[in-house]
């Protein structure tokens, strides 16, 4: 019998998210670089920490063999909460849905830890973000001024948000 699988079906067409790993550390850097300016972004140090060292689940969103984007959450042993340390989609690749995905990637593995609430701080400025927030549910929790220790799009401030899961 022939198998006819429809070319969007194919592994090529088909985004996937995926557990990150070691191979994967080159592209998540290069895409943390194109999202945040120096000194912002993590160093491609920070994030091997935080993808194979750190108590975290890290995922990462393919279309074929391209790395469109990537999602980090950390834990800590007794807390409730899941926190989200980073998510980031190559800017040439927003809009599609991808930042969406990734973060109910995220949340699912906080479940699937017992965790019951998801946690995260945004720059007050960083309006696509704190817009994918909104829609995915998380509602402030407070605004931490002088959050960062630089400048995030004119603001050191940020917005902590959360989302019950
Ligand atoms: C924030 C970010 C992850 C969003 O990723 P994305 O793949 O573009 O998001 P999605 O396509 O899944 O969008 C989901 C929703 O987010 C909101 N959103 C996304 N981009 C937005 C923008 N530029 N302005 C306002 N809202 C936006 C919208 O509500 C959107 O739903 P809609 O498409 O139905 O309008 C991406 O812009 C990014 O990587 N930014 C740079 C890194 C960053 O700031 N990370 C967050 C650190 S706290």
């Not at 300016?37 to 975290?56: D, F, G, H, M, T």
């Not at 909460?81 to 906080?110: Q, S």
């Not at 960083?126 to 002088?146: P, S, V």
Request: with cysteine; hydrophobic share 35%; aromatic share 8%.
């Amino acid at each position: 019998m022939l198998l006819v699988i429809p070319v969007n079906m194919e592994p090529q067409h088909r985004s996937i998210i995926r557990p990150a790993n070691r191979d994967d550390l080159e592209a998540i850097s290069a895409i943390e670089q194109k999202c945040f300016p120096e000194p912002i972004a993590y160093s491609k140090r920070q994030l091997a920490y935080l993808v194979l060292n750190a108590n975290s689940a890290s995922f990462v969103e393919t279309l074929g063999n391209v790395i469109r984007g990537f999602v980090i959450v950390t834990y800590r042993r007794g807390s409730p909460i899941g926190h989200i340390e980073t998510i980031d989609v190559d800017p040439a690749h927003t809009k599609k849905g991808i930042g969406l995905k990734l973060l109910t990637r995220a949340e699912d593995d906080m479940r699937k830890k017992g965790k019951r609430w998801s946690q995260l701080e945004v720059s007050e400025n960083n309006k696509a973000a704190i817009g994918l927030y909104k829609k995915a549910g998380y509602t402030l929790k407070e605004k931490i001024n002088r959050y960062y220790r630089y400048e995030h799009e004119g603001t050191r401030d940020a917005l902590r948000m959360v989302k019950a899961l």
